[in-house]
């Protein structure tokens, strides 16, 4: 059965063209235009993904992204205004998996669906065991030995750098913000310690040979965070 | 007239510093002494001088004037009436002991001595006093100049002050070296907040009374404090810095000694109070006008902003309307190739709309000063590569390398302004450039500054222009092709974003040809 995804935005023009776009990938589409009808839709058709954006009429996009993870895991992608970085990480922080900027471009958006749906499969498949390494184009992370290799050639990470890259493969695709990557490497206590993991991704980001001007595994974003390229 | 008069009864009192704080009992005693010695020693040297005229048997009227000039001398060292009286009657005296017939005796023979010794007193005493009359008024003279040129001083002082704690601390400091005394001086602005403050002498003006005086002052525009009615026990006297629209501050001054403050002193200080409210009323003026001017300056600079943008905006918009319309009433006769061209330059003109949009948004917000810059520590690497990433969307045919050193440089800045500032740079170098230029972003550091450089080697930008491109509404004029792409709004705002961040931009010419624009920030 096709996937269905639920299309919340209070512009008429934008549910129009992204419902198009996304039965014309074969998907189905439902949409809304307020907070209360997405939650209510969320909840009662069970969609594959929800597609919100922050700025509704009736209740704040946070709010909305806040109700549903009370009783759900669908995964959400956000959309919102540029240069509300802060309401970004928010989102992200009260369990939004992903987020794009207005305006926009539709193949954009639908890459993202399709690596969210993808990560369900694979999910749905090795729910069981956890997966015992990764392979991003030329990179192989073994979770179990503990190395890494780029283009067959090892390379060697310190346990921070380490950590990052898994936790990242891990997400696959995902946006994990500056705080969740802090939380997760230096623990609770240094969450704010900013300084050092940008030190740390730089030093990554030269072991893993990226050219500054087109990234091919960690994609930075600016004022919010990190995500390993997907497909 | 007045003044001057009322500076020469008080003379005493304010003229000279020492005076200006009572003898104590003390010291009166021992110039009494003092005084009493020199006498006795002046009549003993007149006595003796006089002794040798008489046995040389020189004209008696002599001796006379030897005890003459022995008073005369002595009322000048002396200053006081009592000291001539008492000079007087002591030469008077010795000489009828000493050389009037019966010798050794107050008693005397011949009558005319009387009249002798009479007009001998009436002489030396009206001539002594005289000398103290020209001494003291000499003594005025000076003073008087000492007054005036301490004032002249002060003024000239309190001329060059630039701001209100200038003000206060040279003024505070002349009186308190004038009087020797604590002076404290706190300046008012409309809303009663403190502008300007300056206290030499803590503990002068620390106690409750004495802020509940200074207080006063400042409501009531009446002084109060030590030696006035109301605040009586206060360890200073506040005076109330008056100008037509109302109090602007207070002055305390506690002198040194427990003496009551005296009129002139306060005739002293009203006159610097007078020079410190016409400055802080020229600064005002300054302020204000100069508010008028930036207010003209803005409502210039809106206009422009909205031709500019009225222009910016019309050019896209001609572009989508024109190429929509004929789109739709060609349908059928246009073939699919060009409707795909249609609607590929359509999307192109309304990604630059959206792009003017942006720097417009910013450059209001930093206009109306809303834009808090949202500072934390990046590293510059991660900014650039957004920015390319950024911009290689719509980049066509141009080639955006990035030049990054080893070391991972970070930077306290807001990361998304200054990615604005590069997507901006990159835009305009891709705009301004022909399809297949190079266009590079180095980053490096010099000292302690992070150095970022945007290089392409298209057309360059004129010589002439080189100065203006940061003027906000600058189009640049190399080609008329380019012309719709202006971008004036887009490096002023560069502009504004860099110096808010304590940084510079400047822009050159590349060798053979093309633009180098770079900026920097200091690192801490």
């Avoid at chain 2, 020189?58 to 001539?84: H, R, T």
């Avoid at chain 2, 970022?452 to 004129?462: A, K």
């Amino acid at each position: 059965m096709e996937p269905l995804i639920l299309v919340v935005d209070d512009e008429k023009s934008i549910r129009s063209f992204l419902r198009i776009s996304i039965e014309m990938q074969g998907y189905k589409c439902i949409d809304a235009s307020d907070g209360s009808t997405a939650l209510m839709l969320a909840i009662s058709r069970n969609p594959e993904i929800l597609i919100l954006d922050l700025g509704l009429p009736d209740i704040d996009g946070i709010e909305v992204i806040k109700k549903l993870r009370m009783v759900s895991q669908i995964p959400i992608i956000i959309i919102s205004a540029r240069g509300h970085e802060r309401e970004k990480i928010e989102a992200l922080d009260a369990g939004a998996d992903d987020y794009l900027t207005k305006p926009f471009s539709v193949p954009e958006l639908l890459a993202r669906i399709r690596v969210i749906l993808r990560h369900k499969t694979l999910q749905d498949i090795t729910v069981e065991q956890e997966s015992q390494a990764f392979r991003i184009r030329d990179l192989l992370i073994d979770t179990e030995k503990h190395r890494v290799w780029l283009t067959d050639q090892e390379i060697k990470l310190t346990p921070n750098e380490y950590k990052v890259l898994v936790l990242l493969a891990k997400n696959q695709g995902k946006v994990l913000t500056h705080r969740y990557i802090a939380e997760n490497i230096y623990g609770g206590m240094l969450s704010n310690d900013t300084q050092s993991l940008r030190v740390c991704m730089g030093n990554l980001r030269r072991k893993l040979g990226e050219d500054p001007s087109k990234p091919q595994y960690i994609i930075t974003e600016i004022g919010v965070g990190y995500r390993l390229v997907d497909e | 007239m007045k003044i001057e008069k009322k500076y020469t009864l008080d003379k005493e009192s304010i003229y000279v510093d020492h005076s200006s704080s009572p003898m104590n009992k003390g010291q009166a005693t021992d110039k009494i002494i003092k005084m009493i010695s020199i006498l006795i020693l002046i009549m003993l040297l007149c006595t003796a001088v006089s002794m040798l005229f008489f046995h040389i048997r020189m004209f008696e009227s002599n001796i006379v004037m030897i005890y003459l000039l022995g008073i005369l001398s002595f009322s000048y060292l002396a200053e006081g009436y009592i000291y001539s009286l008492a000079a007087s009657v002591c030469a008077v005296l010795l000489y009828n002991f000493f050389f009037t017939e019966p010798y050794y005796n107050l008693k005397v023979n011949n009558p005319d001595y009387i009249i002798t010794f009479f007009v001998m007193f009436i002489v030396g005493f009206i001539t002594s006093m005289l000398t103290i009359k020209v001494k003291k008024e000499r003594q005025q003279v000076e003073d008087r100049e000492q007054y005036i040129s301490s004032l002249y001083i002060i003024g000239k002082k309190l001329l060059d002050v630039k701001n209100e704690e200038d003000l206060v601390r040279i003024s505070a400091q002349e009186i308190s070296q004038r009087f020797d005394a604590d002076v404290m001086i706190q300046l008012y602005n409309e809303s009663g907040e403190i502008i300007g403050r300056y206290i030499k002498g803590e503990d002068s003006f620390d106690g409750e009374l004495d802020r509940s005086a200074c207080l006063e002052v400042y409501q009531s525009g009446s002084p109060c404090g030590h030696g006035t009615i109301l605040f009586g026990e206060a360890k200073a006297y506040y005076q109330p810095i008056m100008s037509m629209s109302g109090v602007l501050g207070v002055l305390g001054i506690a002198l040194s000694g427990t003496g009551n403050i005296l009129h002139t002193q306060v005739a002293f200080i009203e006159v610097i109070i007078a020079q410190i409210v016409v400055i802080m009323e020229r600064q005002k003026l300054n302020e204000n006008q100069k508010k008028v001017q930036l207010e003209m300056h803005k409502e210039r600079l809106r206009a422009d902003m909205l031709r500019s943008i009225s222009h910016d905006f019309r050019t896209p918009l001609a572009g989508i309307m024109g190429l929509a319309s004929t789109a739709k009433d060609n349908y059928d006769k246009i073939s699919d190739e060009v409707r795909k061209n249609f609607l590929q330059s359509i999307y192109d003109d309304a990604d630059w709309l959206n792009e003017l949009v942006e720097n417009i948004l910013q450059t209001t917000r930093f206009e109306e000063g809303r834009t808090k810059l949202n500072l934390d520590e990046e590293a510059a690497e991660e900014i650039i590569t957004a920015a390319i990433t950024h911009v290689n969307k719509h980049a066509g045919n141009h080639f955006v390398y990035a030049v990054i050193p080893d070391e991972i440089i970070l930077i306290k800045v807001d990361a998304i302004l200054i990615r604005q500032v590069i997507v901006n740079l990159l835009n305009n170098a891709i705009n301004y450039s022909p399809s297949g230029s190079e266009i590079v972003v180095s980053l490096y550091r010099d000292g302690n500054k992070v150095i970022f450089e945007v290089r392409d080697n298209g057309p360059g930008i004129l010589r002439d222009e080189l100065d203006y491109v940061f003027e906000r509404y600058h189009h640049n004029r190399t080609s008329k092709e380019t012309y719709r792409k202006g971008m004036g709004l887009g490096l002023s705002l560069c502009k504004s974003i860099i110096e808010a961040h304590g940084g510079k931009i400047a822009v050159s010419n590349n060798e053979p040809h093309g633009t180098i624009v770079k900026f920097y920030i200091f690192t801490e």
